[in-house]
């Protein structure tokens, strides 16, 4: 039997939801809840744009989509077990079109503190629009990349925004080096778009050019565009380490023959950024040429060739030995009415080779299902990763622990479940407290809000009821 955590601040009756399969976060009194808001939308979370929240001298400050598109962020003091917000931070582009009926979801935010204490958000993006002007990297599709900062020092319910990045932007990942230095990645436009990076030496206040590290350009074999999803994450001393797969922007409208627009994406691929020496390089060292095309790419920082499968790029890490390891989704025709589900495959460099082990969740029940999730590396050989997953009509987000370099997972101690539900997710939450690892959102069908929750090694961490949606 599996370890069912308890919440903090509440408690469960661990044989009625054995027998039952009920939901075990049940709140201390009625006073409480378990969630910390209750007004996200659509898909208000993701892992691609990270940090979604941050830990800082006892508080971690969480972000998410709200209403209306707009950047929402709330906090919780460890200490003082005080939650604050959530605070609207901004004001989106996307959301206020009636005559756009669905939701866009490209937006969300990215949340960083710099060194002075200000915290800056980052969202509303999809590539910006033609009435913005041609976008000199790529295309355009929808919203405005911004970004915003709080008015003071550690205080989240005031903001003001700053003009310092183009509109052309989405998917926006913010990384801090030890010196100070920010960097913003993202896609610069919509998917036949190049990757760029911008740097800032001053806080976060202004921003160098952007820089191209991924190329977009024409196919001349197919009628296709080269494109790329990528993930970008500090690693030791100076670098960055970057993660990504290669998508295949067809031609056309989607489904016309199983081409035009479709999430089709293949292949692991890893490389680094040496931010002091502005040098970019494989896992064998060489220096690689920027922007990188999809040429180079498949000679030069190729980790596992999946053929015909399809990917969905996850996150990137480092163990103790300075050596790589990748998550990322694989299965069959992703996508398509004949496609399986994706998925979560580690792969990591042993020092020589790249090493490509069978599904985290192969045990899993749910076979007809994609999961997502994000890991954390113990040690070489030890690995956790916290997936969400479904057992029938219960959706689960679980450890799942390696104690052989991946070779084989199992299923460790569950931090939530809940029933007729899906889950929204972010990546593991920046330098987080145990009790905090993830942000997590309910997605009911039939439901327009979303429940938020905070939850850790203790489950979920609760709030008072008469403080949500105040």
Request: net charge neutral; with cysteine.
């Amino acid at each position: 039997m599996k370890k069912i955590i308890k919440p903090l601040s509440v408690m469960t009756t661990c044989a009625a939801i054995l027998l039952t399969g009920c939901s075990y976060n049940q709140p201390k009194n009625d006073n409480y809840v378990d969630y910390f808001a209750d007004n996200a939308i659509g898909n208000p979370l993701a892992i691609v744009q990270h940090p979604a929240g941050i830990y800082h001298d006892g508080v971690t400050y969480v972000s998410y989509q709200g209403p209306l598109e707009d950047p929402y962020v709330a906090s919780y003091n460890h200490e003082t077990k005080e939650w604050k917000g959530p605070y609207k931070a901004g004001i989106s582009d996307m959301g206020k079109d009636p005559s756009r009926s669905k939701i866009d979801n490209h937006g969300k935010p990215t949340i960083l503190m710099d060194d002075l204490g200000y915290i800056h958000v980052f969202f509303g993006g999809h590539g910006g629009m033609p009435k913005h002007g041609k976008n000199p990297l790529g295309n355009t599709h929808y919203g405005r990349n911004i970004h915003a900062v709080t008015k003071n020092p550690y205080d989240i319910s005031s903001w003001e925004e700053l003009d310092t990045i183009p509109v052309f932007g989405t998917y926006n990942q913010a990384v801090k080096m030890d010196n100070g230095d920010i960097y913003l990645f993202y896609r610069h436009g919509a998917h036949r778009s190049d990757w760029v990076y911008q740097k800032s030496t001053d806080h976060g206040r202004t921003f160098e050019e952007p820089v191209s590290f991924l190329k977009h350009k024409r196919r001349d074999d197919i009628k296709a565009v080269d494109s790329w999803y990528a993930w970008v994450e500090k690693g030791r001393n100076d670098e960055i380490i970057i993660g990504y797969d290669y998508h295949v922007c067809w031609d056309g409208k989607a489904g016309i023959n199983g081409r035009g627009h479709t999430t089709e994406r293949h292949n692991a691929y890893y490389m680094t950024f040496d931010t002091k020496n502005d040098e970019w390089r494989n896992i064998k060292g060489e220096q690689l040429p920027l922007p990188i095309t999809r040429e180079i790419a498949d000679e030069k920082t190729l980790a596992l060739n999946t053929g015909d499968k399809w990917t969905f790029n996850g996150t990137v890490h480092l163990d103790s030995n300075g050596h790589p390891h990748l998550a990322t989704n694989i299965g069959k025709d992703i996508g398509m009415k004949t496609g399986g589900p994706k998925q979560t495959t580690h792969i990591r460099w042993d020092g020589h080779n790249w090493l490509a082990n069978d599904a985290v969740d192969l045990k899993s029940v749910s076979k007809n299902y994609d999961t997502r999730g994000d890991f954390i590396v113990k040690s070489p050989k030890d690995l956790s990763f916290i997936l969400e997953s479904k057992e029938g009509k219960e959706a689960v987000i679980s450890y799942w622990n390696s104690s052989d370099a991946g070779k084989t997972f199992s299923k460790g101690d569950e931090l939530i479940r809940r029933s007729n539900s899906n889950w929204a997710i972010t990546s593991i939450i920046k330098n987080a407290h145990p009790d905090a690892r993830m942000i997590v959102a309910e997605k009911q069908k039939g439901k327009a809000n979303r429940k938020v929750y905070l939850i850790g090694d203790s489950g979920p961490i609760a709030r008072l009821k008469s403080e949500i949606g105040n």
